[in-house]
Structures are given as C-alpha cells and as structure tokens.
C-alpha cells in the first residue's frame, strides 16, 4: 500500500530548502557520546521489550536520558509500567506525548549537528509516507528548543552513515529517492548542511535487500574503523563483490575494516 501511494505521490524533496547552517559544522557519528537516545514505543510486546532493555542500559550504566515518544497518555502509563518494572532508572527517563507512525526512529528522527559548541538539527524528508514520523524532527527541535534546518534530500536514516572525521557513506539508493538530482548534486547538499564527504557505493541487489541501505551491510564502529559482511556461503555473488570492493577501497583509505558472516538463505538477508 504505501509503494502504491508513494508511486502516486513522489516523495522528492518534499521539504522546502532552509538556509544551510553557518559557522563551524560538525556532526557527530553514531558512537560518539549521547546525552540521550530517542525511541518510538512502537511495534507490539516483542519490539517495546527491546526498548526496555535497550532503556535500562542507557539510563544505568549509560548514564544518559531516554526519550520516548508514545501516542497518548494511557500509552505512557502503560510505557512507564514496563520499563520501572523492567529496572530502568526513571529518573532519566523523559515522555514526549506525540503521535508516531513506527518504531524505526533512527531512519526518521533528527539528525544533529554542532554549530560551534551548539545542537542544531538538520531535518531530512522521510523515504515512506509515514505523515506523524515525518514530523518528528519539528516536533523534537520544539521540544528542545533546538535550531532545525531542512536539507531538500530524502532519505531514511539507515542509508545515512557518518565517521566523526566529516566523511559520510550511502548507498546510491539516495540518488533513485532525489532523481531530480544529481549524485554531486547530493554530496554537495550534505557537505553544505552537515560538513560531510560522502562517498557512495552501489546497493546491494535488491532480492537481496528490499531496503538497499548500507547499514544492512556495513556499519563505521570509530573514525577509523568499519564492519563489512563477507559472503561465504555466497562466494562470487554480487552482493559478495560489492561488499569486497567496498572493503578493499576503505582499507585503501587507510581504515580497518572487519569481516562479518552474512547469507541469503530461502530469500531471507541474515546479516
């Protein structure tokens, strides 16, 4: 249904170009440290138990806040009643009483940057048609009283990537998503939003992977250090040599790059 809605109506820069932030930029990676990790309660028992266990580490021995968005306050209440049961620290936990469509926050949710010694967001147009998630950036950027800039590019997060040297990796599924494009076009729009080099590298086949983002395949653990699957079962398939020549390029960039087992097994992607 939403391929359906989406064929009817492109999603294409559905946000209207802000200004590009001005100063100094940075944008810190997904490993450095957080003050706090946003989630969506979404997803029924098996996934809002990941969320309670995944709090419990944060607000204990993460030290950090939690901020959950639920879609009412009975939904709190029933939000709250897990997770103080499930041991984690409440203290450090913050409710956000605001309508969300799914769980995957991190495809869709606000993306920082610093300007100077200063949170600003750099907000993206969602890659689903999934209205309350798109909306989650202006939401928490209120909340927060925190600067928000829309970059003109739709994405979801999972194909966004980011090492703490300014140098970003995506798939060039960002370039079907923002057609009217081009792929300097897009390096150029990240470079001037968020003091990103990205470097693009072709998707894995999409009977591999239906989402096509490089988180599936590869995820940066430092500034200098990456995961990559390996397809042994697969030797020689496309998706094996793409992942090859994307490990020989970054360890000819200097990175250190790991191998991890991945599989295509009876049409299901094991990574």
Partial sequence: EEAAWVA????NNKHRA???PEGDIWCPPEYAPMDGILMAWEGGNSFTTVLSDMAKEITNAGNADVHVMVDSNSEKSSAQSKLSGNGVNM????FHVVNTDTIWIRDYGPRYIYQGNVRSIVDHTYNRPRQNDNKQPTYFAGAM???RYEIPLTHGGGNFHLNGLDTGFATRLIHNENSNLTEQ?????WMDYQNLDTQF???LPSNVDST????MWMQVISDTEVIISDWPAQSGSTQDNRCDNAAASLIADGYTVYRTPARLHNGTHYT
């Fill in 8 to 11: 009817a109506h492109p999603l």
């Fill in 18 to 20: 802000t200004s590009p």
């Fill in 91 to 94: 203290n450090r936990v913050e």
């Fill in 145 to 147: 009283g925190h600067e």
């Fill in 185 to 189: 076009e897009i390096h150029d729009l």
């Fill in 201 to 203: 590298y072709t998707p």
């Fill in 212 to 215: 096509q983002h490089i988180d």
